[in-house]
């Protein structure tokens, strides 16, 4: 269990999170998916530093070790593996596909489902982590 590296990337998942707000906020909905998308991703490395399994360099294979690590093992739902995948190719729309137009509450939508990602994640973080160490 690497408790620091799971808390570094646990602060990157709430600022990303906040961030997302303030976006969509602003009219920047491209930018709150992407930032929403990263949310996630640093949650879930999160998840895997805490349970001892570390967190891989690539954005597929966070995917993949999340689901084979955490979710198959039942320490989360499958849905929620699934929705690193769904929120990765929203993603890469955002990012690379320029005529994409992402509106307020699609943005928002992306939010939300980011939002259940990270307080599912916080659960899984209590577990191995002091609560007051997750503020």
């Not at 600022?15 to 949310?39: K, Q």
């Not at 989360?76 to 929203?90: D, P, Q, T």
């Amino acid at each position: 269990m690497n408790v620091p590296a799971a808390l570094a990337e646990w602060q990157r998942a709430r600022e990303a999170l906040g961030a997302a707000g303030s976006c969509r906020r602003d009219g920047y909905y491209a930018d709150a998916v992407l930032r929403a998308y990263y949310a996630v991703l640093h949650a879930a490395k999160a998840v895997l530093e805490s349970n001892g399994v570390g967190a891989p360099g690539t954005h597929d294979g966070v995917s993949n070790r999340f689901g084979l690590h955490i979710a198959m093992t039942g320490l989360i739902e499958r849905n929620f593996a699934s929705e690193i995948g769904r929120l990765y190719a929203l993603r890469n729309q955002a990012d690379y596909v320029v005529d994409t137009v992402f509106s307020e509450t699609g943005a928002q939508d992306v939010i939300e489902r980011a939002e259940a990602f990270l307080n599912c994640v916080h659960e899984l973080l209590t577990v191995t982590i002091p609560v007051e160490q997750l503020r």
